[in-house]
């Protein structure tokens, strides 16, 4: 049967139409399909970038004292989680290559200690020269081959070396009897607001130290890490867990820490201004490696760069020995140089003294400098010099005060005439003379407080002495008194205790009002 023309034609259109509105529908409900889809994408990936960057979600809260802020984490981190797989492989085969390259000989002792007159900036005999270690010609010959052995090595060590790359934090160490000191410098750090996160490498861990970093510390993100653990190596193995004192263990928290950028603090060292900019600006970017100087001239022995086959540095009466307290550390360009350290450290019974000769402060703090000197590798000594704010001679001074690099770095690089040089802005408290334990407050009064007769108040003062205004214009606030605080507010805010009781009426007599 067929249609008239005109109702063909209309029919016809009718279908056009018909269809045409079906694939705008189906385009339509595609586009709002993609769209759709689209977002949730989106919105994933922006859920997931935004928990990246800001957990462990951080709750600034301002201080009563300064501009600086406390800070507190919802996320916890987990405790004493031990080596990974990768971590434990590679220290089974760096220990082999340590106890492999063990020189011959007993323990190098400086002929005496050195006058302080020689090795001081403005002592009277100072010396840029010093130059009085002797070695049995054997023993001089076996440290050599040794640590050429060693350094071989390092071509398939260093690139193996562990760490998550691009991550950033703190590593602190202490022994267990300098807890309480380390807790204080992460409530410091957290104070001037840092969201760095903390390992804390403590030496053999009681059961008590374990409580409170499940209970005090991980809320600051602070993961606690037990150094027995790292060292450990198996039955099968050639040789036998080494058993470490000192200094040994700074250079390998830095090796089994997985931070590929880490801020190194001793545990009685913390930043009075927030620190984490530091990775993102000069001199780190460019050296990978920023120390400060100690207040002494270097005394490393010629003999040392002999044996290390390595050229000795020209010194003027301008050079400065290392502090090795606060460090920054970039793992992958420094591998070879952070294990080169750690050979100095692992065999300090010869290596310490031919860093100091019998100097103050012999240890580990020039190990970390030559191990990048030997190989060759850049590293940024900061030039302003160590300063020590108040007298040694009340109570314990105010230790050592460190400089800002970058602002260090700037004002060396168009070399200034001195009437233009700034007064390079603090960065670091080392309190190496008076230690913060928030664990035994009560008996750091009891050592600042003269004796008293039965009956009598006790006379209490600052422990850094009255000229407080030093450390004001250096740290911008008063870093002493906040120091208090920040301990009070982690020992006594919610304790009715006698020793609370006590450390409140110090603070209100001393610093004039409460916590």
């Known amino acids: ?58 709750k600034p809260e301002l201080s009563s ?83 050429h052995d060693y350094v071989q090595s390092l071509r398939y060590l260093a690139p193996d070396l562990p760490f998550v790359r691009d991550t950033r934090g703190v590593v602190i160490t202490a022994s267990g009897a300098n807890f309480g000191i380390a807790a204080t410098a992460v409530l410091m750090l957290r104070h001037v607001g840092s969201k760095l996160p903390v390992q804390l490498f403590l030496d053999s861990a009681s059961e008590y130290e374990r409580k409170l970093c499940n209970t005090s510390l991980a809320s600051l993100d602070v993961q606690c890490l037990n150094m027995d653990d790292f060292l450990h190596l198996p039955k099968s193995a050639n040789y036998t867990t080494p058993h470490f004192e000192k200094f040994e263990f700074k250079a390998f928290a830095l090796i089994f820490s997985s931070f590929q950028h880490i801020l190194f603090l001793d545990s009685d060292a913390f930043p009075i201004r927030k620190p984490d900019y530091l990775f993102d600006v000069e001199p780190y970017k460019s050296h990978g490696l920023v120390v400060w100087p100690d207040f002494w001239l270097p005394t490393i022995s010629p003999l040392f760069y002999e044996i290390a086959e390595a050229q000795m540095p020209n010194r003027t009466m301008n050079s400065r020995a290392s502090e090795s307290g606060i460090m920054l550390y970039d793992k992958a360009r420094h591998a070879d140089s952070l294990l080169l350290a750690a050979y100095y450290n692992f065999y300090g019974k010869y290596y310490y003294q031919l860093h100091s000769q019998g100097a103050w402060g012999s240890g580990d703090k020039e190990t970390f400098t030559q191990g990048a000197v030997v190989l060759g590798n850049p590293f940024w000594r900061v030039k302003q010099n160590a300063l020590m704010l108040t007298s040694g001679e009340i109570h314990y001074g105010s230790g050592i005060w460190q400089a800002d690099p970058e602002i260090d770095w700037k004002s060396n690089q168009k070399q200034p005439t001195k009437r233009e040089i700034p007064i390079t802005t603090t960065m670091f408290a080392h309190l190496n003379r008076v230690k913060f334990d928030t664990r035994r407050l009560n008996s750091l009064l009891d050592e600042i407080t003269p004796e008293t007769k039965e009956g009598e108040k006790e006379e209490w003062s600052r422990i850094w002495g009255p000229d407080y205004n030093l450390v004001v214009k250096k740290a911008g606030y008063d870093l002493e008194k906040v120091i208090w605080e920040e301990a009070i507010k982690a020992n006594c805010d919610h304790s009715l205790l006698d020793e609370c009781e006590r450390i409140r009426n110090y603070y209100d007599a001393v610093f004039g009002q409460g916590a």
Do not use: C
């Open 65 to 147: 004292s300064s501009n600086a802020t406390t800070s507190t984490y919802d996320a916890e981190s987990p405790q004493f989680t031990g080596p990974t797989s990768q971590v434990a492989d590679f220290w089974s085969r760096l220990s082999n290559e340590l106890y492999k390259a063990e020189p011959k000989g007993d323990e190098i002792v400086s002929p005496k200690p050195l006058d302080p007159e020689q090795f001081s900036p403005m002592g009277t005999k100072a010396q840029i020269d010093i130059d009085v270690l002797e070695l049995p010609t054997e023993q001089y010959e076996s440290l050599k081959q040794t640590h």
């Open 1 to 58: 049967m067929f249609l008239p023309l005109e109702d063909s034609k209309s029919a016809a259109w009718a279908n056009v139409l018909a269809s045409r509105r079906h694939l705008v529908k189906l385009t339509a409900i595609l586009i709002a399909t993609i769209f759709a889809l689209s977002l949730w994408i989106f919105s994933s990936d922006l859920s997931y970038t935004y928990q990246r960057i800001t957990a462990p979600k951080f």
